[in-house]
């Protein structure tokens, strides 16, 4: 059965860090591109940050742009999000994403998802 399995989420204050990982089960991460969205109350789900099957290239949307890095461990079979800066709009529950290449923060090669974490940034 494939799965993608968030960790790392939680309640932090404005200005905090937090790391998201997002493991595969029945699953090799390192055959797709993968990504990050999220969805905060209200909103709809957006692209947050993609990386190339081997990692070598990245897209942030621009609201995350110089305060969220992905990356990715293929020999762990594990994506990360690190996030530094985090503001109160941040608040959301991340999904981790596997797809197709090349990724598209649009979600439209999105083919599996996560079950999500939830972000809480307080002020």
């Known amino acids: 059965q494939v799965q993608l399995v968030e960790s790392g989420g939680g309640s932090v204050q404005a200005g905090g860090s937090l790391r998201l990982s997002c493991v595969g089960y029945?699953?090799?991460?390192?055959?797709?591109?993968m990504g990050w969205f999220r969805q905060a109350p209200g909103k709809e789900r957006e692209g947050v940050a993609t990386i190339s099957a081997n990692g070598v290239n990245t897209d942030y949307a621009d609201f995350v742009k110089g305060r969220f890095t992905i990356s990715r461990d293929n020999a762990k079979n594990t994506l990360y999000l690190q996030m530094s800066g985090l503001k109160p709009e941040d608040t959301a529950i991340y999904y981790c994403?596997?797809?197709?290449?090349?990724?598209?923060?649009?979600?439209?090669?999105?083919?599996?998802w996560g079950q999500g974490t939830q972000v809480t940034v307080s002020s």
């Open positions: 994403a596997a797809g197709s290449c090349p990724p598209g923060l649009d979600s439209s090669r999105v083919t599996s």
């Open positions: 029945g699953f090799t991460l390192g055959w797709h591109c």
